[in-house]
């Protein structure tokens, strides 16, 4: 069975590091796309971080600079080193397989998400 | 500001046909598939629709997509109780070169 469960969120100050682990079952991170899709309180979906099979990595605007995407194939893992955290920045941290490839003579990129994990809470405050 | 434009809310009754409609642009609607997440009441999102009009195993056959220029929609047939949810269309943005998610329409069954 295909799954997949994050974990390491909490509560941490602003300017703080976290770092979000996600265990994989049933499929090897190192074989897929993994993203981070992030969800603030009461609002929207987000999407964070990729990382592609072949190891290029790359973020959101809001994030670039400040969080981290890697895996541990060893450990079936997917990881988000996060610092500088700010209070913007408080969400639920979702870890998904992504799906994706490039269709027409353009490559235009195509790409869903499938599974999701169910999420863990982080929390920015003083 | 959402990239791509859902209504906030919309509502049925059990039984109704109700549709979410998914507006974009150019540079992702128009020229990518869109895809739709249903997020339970406390859960995590779930892929509902693919590639515009295709149902994972799994998913009932009263939802079904569609997607016309650079507009989508979403519909929900024989609208049930455990429908109430939050539904997301997704896209590429090709302009950002980014993953892009509609703001999120949040489905009331009366």
């Known amino acids: 069975d295909v799954q997949l469960v994050e974990s390491g969120g909490g509560l941490i100050q602003p300017g703080g590091s976290l770092r979000l682990s996600c265990a994989a079952s049933g499929f090897n991170v190192s074989d897929n796309y993994m993203s981070w899709v992030r969800q603030a309180p009461g609002k929207g979906l987000e999407w964070v971080s990729v990382i592609y099979s072949g190891g290029s990595t790359y973020y959101g605007d809001s994030v670039k600079g400040r969080f981290s995407i890697s895996r541990d194939h060893s450990k079936n893992m997917v990881f988000l080193q996060m610092n500088s955290l700010r209070v913007e920045d408080t969400a639920v941290y979702y870890c998904a397989r992504e799906f994706f490839y490039e269709s027409g003579s353009r490559k235009i990129p195509q790409n869903w998400f499938d599974p999701w994990g169910q999420g863990t809470l982080v929390t920015v405050s003083s | 500001q959402s990239v791509l434009t859902q209504p906030p809310s919309a509502s049925g009754t059990p039984g109704q046909r109700v549709t979410i409609s998914c507006s974009g642009g150019?540079?992702?609607?128009?020229?990518?598939?869109v895809y739709w997440y249903q997020q339970l009441p406390g859960a995590a999102p779930k892929l509902l629709i693919y590639a515009n009009n295709q149902r994972p195993s799994g998913v009932p056959d009263r939802f079904s997509g569609s997607k016309s220029g650079t507009s989508a929609s979403l519909a929900i047939s024989g609208l049930r109780s455990e429908d109430e949810a939050d539904y997301y269309c997704?896209?590429?943005?090709?302009?950002?070169?980014?993953?892009?998610f509609g703001g999120g329409t949040k489905l009331t069954v009366l």
């Open positions: 150019s540079s992702h609607v128009g020229i990518t598939h």
């Open positions: 997704a896209a590429w943005d090709d302009t950002l070169s980014r993953r892009v």
